[in-house]
């Protein structure tokens, strides 16, 4: 390891490539890079930076390790499974206020708004003047 000044530290972070890139401030404009190969490592890295009074430490994922398009189907599952039990939980909501159950009561135990309850419901939102 070698101290760099910052902007040829912050050029050795966009080049590391399938590596972690650890950096840390030594004193303003001089900066420490260290590479490794895993998670692990760049951790072990990262402490030793605390422990030699390093600052604004820094661990830089691998390029290219980020898997956008799974992050992108994870959310979109998770909006289909929320959109469900949205679906299910307004099912109930309708049918206690089918049983005469208050929009009050009902709100409070669904654990949503009575607006949302009016709503769901049909109803026009009531004013408050």
């Known amino acids: 390891m070698y101290a760099h000044t910052t902007d040829k530290a912050l050029e050795m972070i966009e080049q590391r490539g399938p590596r972690f890139a650890v950096i840390g401030n030594i004193r303003r404009g001089q900066s420490m890079v260290s590479y490794a190969d895993t998670g692990e490592q760049a951790e072990r890295i990262?402490?030793?930076?605390?422990?030699?009074?390093?600052?604004?430490?820094?661990?830089?994922?691998?390029v290219g390790s980020v898997d956008l398009a799974g992050l992108g189907r994870d959310r979109s599952d998770a909006k289909a499974a929320?959109?469900?039990a949205t679906?299910?939980?307004?099912?109930?909501?309708l049918?206690?206020?089918?049983e005469g159950r208050e929009e009050t009561e009902v709100a409070r135990t669904a654990g949503v708004d009575r607006q949302t309850v009016r709503?769901?419901?049909?109803?026009?939102?009531?004013?408050?003047?």
């Open 82 to 84: 929320y959109d469900e």
């Open 46 to 62: 990262r402490e030793t930076f605390v422990e030699s009074s390093y600052y604004q430490i820094k661990v830089h994922p691998p």
């Open 119 to 129: 709503a769901w419901a049909g109803k026009q939102p009531m004013n408050r003047g």
């Open 87 to 93: 679906a299910i939980l307004r099912a109930g909501v």
């Open 95 to 98: 049918r206690a206020l089918e």
